[in-house]
């Protein structure tokens, strides 16, 4: 069984910064594809970033090319997104997601920009 855990969500003013961490445990291999993903009110679920397994490559939705970043480290099977100057339109839950849409899911952390 397969569990994500996420933290580090929460309320931060425009142009702030929010680290968010997803722990996984389980059966976990290295060739699997992690990422973040956030749905919005009223919105659908839509892909932020993923990073593919050792030696994958990051690739980022158009709205947070430059702003966010994914990395993962290996050895503690943890996938993180720094997200820097955020704006409003970044508010959403975000969640960790493992082996695409059809894999597993956190269960979401919610991430609020607002002054």
């Known amino acids: 069984q397969v569990q994500l855990v996420e933290s580090g969500g929460g309320l931060v003013q425009p142009g702030g910064s929010l680290r968010l961490s997803c722990a996984a445990s389980g059966s976990i291999f290295r060739i699997d594809a992690m990422g973040w993903y956030r749905q919005a009110p009223g919105k659908e679920r839509e892909l932020v970033a993923v990073i593919g397994g050792i030696g994958g490559r990051a690739n980022y939705a158009d709205s947070v090319k430059g702003r966010f970043t994914i990395s993962r480290d290996y050895a503690k099977n943890t996938v993180y997104l720094e997200m820097n100057s955020l704006k409003p339109e970044d508010t959403a839950v975000y969640y960790c997601?493992?082996?695409?849409?059809?894999?597993?899911w956190g269960q979401g952390t919610q991430v609020t920009v607002s002054s």
């Open positions: 997601n493992l082996r695409g849409v059809r894999g597993f």
